[in-house]
C-alpha cells in the first residue's frame, strides 16, 4: 500500500481523507494545513503520493504542485478539488499533477484514482 502525505486547510476533509485511506490500507505519513507546509513535509517524508487542496492560505495547491514536482519529477500529486474549479484544475495538470478527486468525497472514486495513480 501507499504512504501518503494528505495538504488540505479543512481538519474535516483531513480526517475523512486519513480514516478512508488507512482503513484501505494506506499509511498516512503526515498532514499539511496550506501548501507551502506541504512541500516542506514532502520533501521530509518522500510519499509515493500527495492528496492535495487547491484553495489554501500561505501558498494555494497549484503552487505547491510546481514545486513538489520541480524537488521530484515523478511526484504523484494528486489533487482535489470543489466543484467549479476547473480552470484551476486545468493548470494544476500543467503544473505536473497527476489526477484530481472532486468533493464531496467518494470513497471508492477516491481508492480508484489512487490504485490508478499508483500504477502509472
Same mark, same amino acid.
Given at each position: ?22 482503513? !484501505?490500507?494506506?499509511?498516512? =505519513?503526515?498532514? %499539511? ?5 506541504? #512541500? *516542506?513535509?514532502? &520533501? ?30 515523478? !511526484?504523484?500529486?494528486?489533487? =482535489?478539488?470543489? %466543484? ?5 484544475? #486545468? *493548470?494544476?495538470? &500543467? ?26
Amino acid at each position: 500500500m501507499a504512504k501518503i502525505l494528505i495538504v488540505d486547510d479543512s481538519k474535516t476533509s483531513r480526517k475523512f481523507l486519513r480514516t478512508m485511506l488507512e482503513e !484501505a490500507g494506506h499509511e498516512i =505519513v503526515s498532514e %499539511a494545513v496550506n501548501g507551502l507546509e506541504g #512541500v *516542506e513535509k514532502f &520533501k521530509v517524508y518522500q510519499p509515493d503520493i500527495v492528496t492535495m487542496d487547491i484553495t489554501m492560505p500561505v501558498m494555494d495547491g497549484i503552487d505547491a504542485v510546481k514545486e513538489i514536482v520541480e524537488i521530484e519529477p515523478n !511526484a504523484k500529486v494528486i489533487m =482535489v478539488t470543489a %466543484a467549479g474549479q476547473k480552470t484551476n484544475m #486545468v *493548470e494544476a495538470l &500543467k503544473r505536473g499533477a497527476a489526477d484530481f478527486i472532486q468533493k464531496p468525497f467518494d470513497s471508492g472514486v477516491i481508492l480508484n484514482t489512487i490504485s490508478k495513480v499508483l500504477e502509472e
